[in-house]
Structures are given as structure tokens and as C-alpha cells.
């Protein structure tokens, strides 16, 4: 089976929660079949300035960058 580490792809939410003291946001994502997840509410790794002026309850698209089962968020953009 081919591995997704690494890869960079695209997908869309509901953020849950954002934690900029901790560098994270959780969000209720879409399935990301180059992960093999279904939809599911997670938590990601993003810097302050990604999750600059998002808020719980936002609907998002969203860069991930998978890694070791989960991931960091790049971009953040409001629907
Ligand atoms: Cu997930």
C-alpha cells in the first residue's frame, strides 16, 4: 500500500476548537481518502499565524500536511 506521509493535500470542515497557546486546531473534516479516514473531528498541528482569526464554529478549507498518522494544518481558509 502506498503511504501518505508527507504528502500535502486539501480538504474542507468545521473547526471545533483552536489552541494557539499549544500550537493546534481540532476540526470536524470532511473524508480524506488519501488517509483512509472517514470523517471524523481531529486535532491538528497549525501555528498562531494559520489559525490567526479562525474560531470555533468557522466552516473551513483547509492545506494538510500528513504525517505519522496525523498531521499539520498550513493554511486555513473561511467559507
Ligand atoms: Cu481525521
Redesign the pocket.
Known sequence: MASAHGIAIQSSGTVTAVDQAAGTVTID?AP?PE?N?PA?V?GFKASPAVTQGVAAGDKVSFDLKLENGGGEVTAIRKQ
Do not use: F, L
Open positions: 473534516h480524506i488517509a479516514w471524523m481531529m
